[in-house]
């Protein structure tokens, strides 16, 4: 675990917290209050009172994502995003508008993701007004340039073709996943699109699918901390000035049944393999199953914990990585966040098992242990020892979430996206969990989880003889430098020769070059 | 036995929102840090900041130890200290890792660890209700750290795996090339993570680590550091019963330091990947020092001259659009370090033209001081940046963090931001002239493949 730092980071604390920090949370024991609802100027509000808070968060809530893509346009909604967050408006070029919010320590940011998008920033309370201003103005004037859309299209282009497809091969190995459960549906391809959708995108289709979606019967307004009543008031009404419209609606998102374990291989010349496997689950915040299915989750591969049982077989055992972790909502950018993120709501979760870059020679060998694992699960269900331990665990760690007053408003928009109402979904998650027992989290499991149907993807160098070993389920024997107990040499013969289980044909390589291409 | 302690109230945000209203001209150095603080030295020489500050039932526990990448000084053992970080997890007699694992999931602790430069930090989040149960651990596994050689050279596997997940980040590998170019005799050469050949090299040195913790991880040289939901009295009583018998006896390494750089160094490094050229130069620049106002000046010049309201940015960033992100800072180290200006070229022919516009850009500060206005945008950013970040007992230990294993006290911060309020125009310009030498520079260009 590493960081790096420096002075100036340390002084400019939005940059630095972005770039750096381990986000560390908790539930804030401030007075404050919550209520979602609306008025009858029609834009439904989130608020979130903090009286003691001196900032105000403002969180506008689109409900448009990436699955609003046109065919052949992937990468539209983030790029229409961006333009409104990062381009100029009528009033103001955009060097005007990063100048006047330079000595407020404000900006505002667009995070757009599957299902959903939120424009977000914060700003001090003696700064509202010029914040508003500006930040109202992005939402509903949005100049369109050609100087931004060529630099905004530019830099995502690059995020494509050089970053996700080589600079980070472990978001590399989870978006191939997606892409590869979802193929041929809107789901598939990457918030940031294709290679080929961004390359076709015109400024003109930016400012159709503006015209779509940014509109004042698809956005609802958040706002957290020390706000008042006239602020509520100026934005709503600020809001309603976008043009009527249509909600963007849901978009039909149906893959095809998994038959057998499939596999792709992303080969990367030179790249140590990174592997994440899953497959689609139908559970949602709020439900009841869905929490169940949390404490199970958490036991078997709570996200950069040294209790994640994934993480005890796979790396505290064995050595064999850095970390093995398992996920039933979405974690974009794990390797940089501690705590789960806001705002990535979506209606179409997966099961996902994170096998963090090892040596493509251990590879198979940890795709096993990882395999096994769930299937024991699956099995055998959860110990009552386990259960009451990940039961204790969550009882308080689920209160390091949110420890901000933008955190819970986060929150809270997620709630709206799931229609959850009242207190919300942590404080739904600590009513529930006390009464949860060990019979429903094993019935959650059976329901939800199996080994049988899921895809699996790899990003490697050796992609030729990895497909070998996959395809004729070969033995993966496995040596160490260090020596080990009887009981654990015991077990690797046991998860050398764990069934693959490839389905015939299911195995297919794609270079990376190619990948995401179109 | 040094105690200090401040009278401030516990303001909370409250305190926040004062402190952001006052004037610059009236913010007197004693004030700046808006929350109450307790700081004291035990006997054994650990020093203990406590900042009660309210938090929801919450607080953040942290153990500085002020030994880093700085600190490996053997040929052949840089990343040890990471590599030890690692090792601080393998439990002790009383509380085997298994225990000390089970008590910390039961408790729904947060907890993770990061080595730096110079020191490395554990910390974990937790409900203050559980204080003395981690406060038990915590104490005993800083004292009595216990491990065998086989698990030993179990976590060097995870070590090795950490490494090659980096790699795959271009700018991890030109940061390492860097580092390595623009220091000859100072282990700030090496990154925290170490050269690959000493990581696997790393399951030899049972022995060595046995060694470095006896040296190194004492309490002459650590700070504990608690933030949240806390009563100074009781809660130093409790310190002072589990940390009060730990040994002192730190060893202070014999670090070579740098000799002057005379001529500007120049390196291409290569990325086996695909990616945009990555430009990052590498001025020398003294030690960190809060009274020190020309590093402050130089602090804020890396804002003014690269920041993005800066001339450069928006020429190659927003009008040219010939890179595609322009970054810069200076570093907090205990030793003279480097001031980092990098930037991704969108093409590759535009590389050296990146260059004189970041040249032409320095030296129009050399030739014409900022305004007094376009000064005071930047320090009331920092100010406000600062300050709105501090709002969450977490977010105040990590924000504390570095600054108090450089400094080694908190009142650091009010130091440095009064001297950063003082800085002038004419000290930007003597900023520029004095660390924006280019024979005082590395330039690395890293380059990946086509």
New interface residues.
Partial sequence: ?????????????????ALL??V???????KESGDTGSTPAGVPTVLLEVP????VSFSLWFKFGSIHDPSGKEGLAALTGSMVAAGATEKHS??EI??KL?????SYEVRVDKEMTTLTG?A???NLELFVELLTDAVLSPAFEQ?DF??LK??QL?SL??QL??????ELGKAALRDFIYRDTANAHPVAGTVAGVESLTLEDVKQFYQRHFNKNNVTLGLGGGFDQALVERMQASLAQLPDGEPSGSVAIEPAAIEGRRVRLVQ?????A?ISFGFPIDLKRGERELYALWVANSWLGEH????SHLFQVI????????GDYSYIEAFPEG?RR??PPVNVARRHQIFEVWI????NAQAIFALRAALREVDKLVQDGMSEDDFE??R?????????FA???ENRLGYRIDDSFYGIEGKGHLARFAEVLPTLTLEEVNAAIRKHWQVDRLKIAIVTGEAEALEQTLAQNEPTPIS?????SPEILEEDKEISTYPLGIAEGGIETVAV?DIFQE | MNISFSCRAILGLSALALTLSMPTALQAQERFFPYESHSETLDNGLSVVLIPMESGGLLSYWTLVRTGARDEVEPGRTGFAHFFEHMMFRGTEKYPAEKFNEIITRIGASSNAYTTDDFTAYHLDIAAGDLETVMDLESDRFQNLSYSKAVFQTEAGAVYGEYRKNRASPFFTIYEGMRQAAFDEHTYGHTAMGYVQDIQGMPQLFDYSLGFFDRFYRPDNSILMIVGDLEVGPTMEMIKKYYGSWKSGYQSPEITPEPEQKAERRIEVSYEGSSLPIVWLAYKSPAFDPADKSLAAADLLCDLAFGETSTLYNKLVLEEQLVELLDSGTNMNRDPSVIDVYTRVKDPANVERVLQEIDQAIAAIVENPPSAEELEKVQKRRKYSFLMALDAASNVASMMARILAVSGELKTVDTYFTTMSEVAPEDIQEAARTYFDSQRRTVAVLKGAQ
């Avoid at chain 1, 330079?102 to 404000?106: F, K, V």
């Avoid at chain 1, 204790?392 to 390091?400: D, E, I």
């Fill in positions: 675990m590493k960081r790096f730092e420096n002075l100036s980071r340390w002084v400019s604390a939005p940059l630095w917290l920090a381990v560390l949370t908790a539930c804030g024991g401030t003691t808070d001196p900032t955009y060097p990063l100048d330079y000595p407020l320590a404000s914060r001090h309370v003696d100087g060529d630099r530019s830099n690059n073709k050089t497809r080589f600079a980070d091969d472990e990367k010349p030179g790249a140590d990174s950069r914990n040294t209790s790396r505290e055992l064995r050595g064999l990585n850095y390797g501690q705590m963090r870059t090892l040596p331990l990940t204790s665990f969550m009882t308080k760690y689920h209160l390091h420890p901000t007053t160490y430098e260090s020596p080990k070059e």
